[in-house]
Structures are given as C-alpha cells and as structure tokens.
C-alpha cells in the first residue's frame, strides 16, 4: 500500500504559467494517490523584497487563484518575516519540495531543519523545458509587446 503524504511547496506564484503547473504536478505526485499538497503563497512584502518590484497580483488573489488548481489542495498566505517554524507547526509536511530556481530559501530551510534537528525529506524539483520559465520573464514579455505597438 501506497502511504500518503503532506508535501509542502512555495512560491510568489505572481503570474501563473505552465512552469507553475507542472511545478505543482510534481510536487503532488510525491504526495502520493492520496496526499495532500500545500501552497505556501508568498506574501505582498516578500515578494517586494525578493523580487525587487510589487507583484501583479495580491497575496489575497494568488491564493485563489492557487486553490482552483487540479494538483493544489490548500494554501496559505506566507508569513512576514518568513516563518519556517510557524509554517512547520502548521502544515507538518512529510516533503517540503522547492522549485530549481528556489535555491536560496531552500538553502535556508535547510540550515533551520539542521540547526534545530527538523526531520522532513527536502526535495527540489525539476527544471520543465517550457516558455516562459518565471513570471518575470513574462513580465519582459509583455513590456517588450507594448514597445512593438
């Protein structure tokens, strides 16, 4: 029999593209047939912070938009300042996956996992081959369309 599992994942999840999809796909086949995957949404001044604009969309927005997704079966609004205990406490997650591009928080949660002998399997996942790769670069996108008009 098959056991299933909490796996948790995060992201700003600011502009939602394949990338995304397959990212949360992923991250729920390692939930197993019947686990469950949590979205840690990032918050308004997180995003600020680690991206260096607004985001597109609200906290509030992207969680919703999240929750309609086939692979997504709760999320939450990420604490500010980043919570990993809090987060922890929360969820109890069996995986906590991160994205390829997700190498410092990951290298972070780590830390805090050795550092008070947290024990959760760590997963990064995978690079698919699709356009766009980020939001950001939907970003670029969009403003490079608006310069050819």
Do not use: W
């Not at 600011?14 to 197993?32: C, F, N």
């Not at 607004?54 to 980043?82: C, H, N, S, T």
């Amino acid at each position: 029999m098959v056991k299933s599992r909490t796996v948790l994942t995060t992201g700003a999840f600011d502009i939602l593209h394949l990338g995304h999809m397959l990212m949360l796909k992923d991250a729920k086949k390692l939930a197993g047939p019947r686990g469950k995957l949590v979205v840690v949404v990032a918050s308004d001044k997180t995003v600020r912070r680690n991206k260096g604009r607004a985001p597109i969309f609200g906290a509030r927005e992207r969680k919703k938009m999240l929750q309609f997704l086939k692979p997504v079966d709760e999320v939450l609004i990420g604490y500010d300042p980043v919570s990993f205990e809090k987060i922890l406490r929360k969820v109890r997650p069996d995986i906590v996956a991160f994205g390829y591009d997700q190498r410092k928080i990951r290298d972070q949660f780590l830390r805090f996992c050795r550092e008070r002998k947290v024990k959760v399997r760590v997963v990064t996942l995978r690079k698919h081959n699709v356009n766009p790769v980020s939001s950001s670069d939907v970003v670029k996108r969009v403003l490079s369309l608006g310069k050819r008009v």
